[in-house]
Nanobody, 123 residues
Framework: QVQLVESGGRLVQAGGSLRLSCTAS????????MGWFRQAPGKEREFVAG????????FYADSVKGRFTISRDNAKNTMYLQMNSLKPEDTAVYYC????????????????WGQGTQVTVSS
C-alpha cells in the first residue's frame, strides 16, 4: 500500500497562485500513476490532472488546462500541482490519488487517496 498526504491548501485571492504537494510513503512511488481530484461542496469529486509514472505524459481537465501544471519528483516521493490564475470556481478540497493499474480520469480508477487539502479562492 501507499499512504498519501496533501499539503499547501489555503485561502487565496482570485488571480493568485498556489502549489499543492502530495507526499507518498510505503510502496515505491514511481510504481504508481498519480492524479489530482477536487470536490466542491455539494458536487461530485472530479478529475483535475494526472501524470504517468515516468512523467512523460500529463493530462488535464478542460477547466484547468493552461492554468494548472502537474509534476512529480520520484526521488522525493512527491507530486505537485501548480495552480495559477485561480478562480473562485476552483474552490474545493483537493485530493491526490494513486493507482498501480493505469492512468484514469475517474475516482474508481484509483486505489489510494489522501485526506485532502482545502483550497479557497476569494473573489
Amino acid at each position: 500500500q501507499v499512504q498519501l498526504v496533501e499539503s499547501g491548501g489555503r485561502l487565496v485571492q482570485a488571480g493568485g497562485s498556489l502549489r499543492l504537494s502530495c507526499t507518498a510513503s510505503g510502496r515505491t512511488f514511481s510504481d504508481y500513476y498519480m492524479g489530482w481530484f477536487r470536490q466542491a461542496p455539494g458536487k461530485e469529486r472530479e478529475f483535475v490532472a494526472g501524470i504517468t509514472r515516468s512523467r512523460i505524459s500529463t493530462f488535464y481537465a478542460d477547466s484547468v488546462k493552461g492554468r494548472f501544471t502537474i509534476s512529480r519528483d520520484n526521488a522525493k516521493n512527491t507530486m505537485y500541482l501548480q495552480m495559477n490564475s485561480l478562480k473562485p470556481e476552483d474552490t474545493a478540497v483537493y485530493y491526490c490519488a494513486a493507482t498501480g493499474r493505469a492512468l484514469g480520469y475517474s475516482t474508481v480508477d484509483y486505489d489510494y487517496w489522501g485526506q485532502g487539502t482545502q483550497v479557497t479562492v476569494s473573489s
